[in-house]
């Protein structure tokens, strides 16, 4: 009976090794901790009360361009509670055009912006980290082709 039991526990524990990696959202292509974003403009979930969308204010084009998220509550109250920080680089050629880690500048409507320079063609990155009283809470990539 012992042996039957912890046979079983030995499989379900083996089974959630094996599903965890594989049911998280997956990471980044480069292998980094940010989670690949779907596309802009739809809701991700922010920690446990809160959401955000992100979207260039304008369709990109080579130049100047700005990324703006706001976040909300669950119940679709604006929030301005978190510091967002924002990095663009190029994923196939990292390093050469990174804008290095900048803040998001809070509109006075409440969104959060931040001007990114798209210096050439190609594959694009921009990485967002969110933090709340100086703790991340959450880190996600956005890769696009210009
Ligand atoms: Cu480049």
Redesign the pocket.
Known sequence: MRKVLSGALFTLSLGLALSGPLSATPPAANGSEFATLTKPGTKVPLGKEHYFTYGFTQAPKLGNAVMRVEVFTQDGKRDRSFAVFGDAD?P??RG??SSGRKAFALSNKGAYLLPVQL??P?DWEIRFTFEKNGASVFRGAYLFDL
Do not use: C, E, K, R
């Open positions: 190029m196939s050629m050469a055009h210096v050439m190609g």
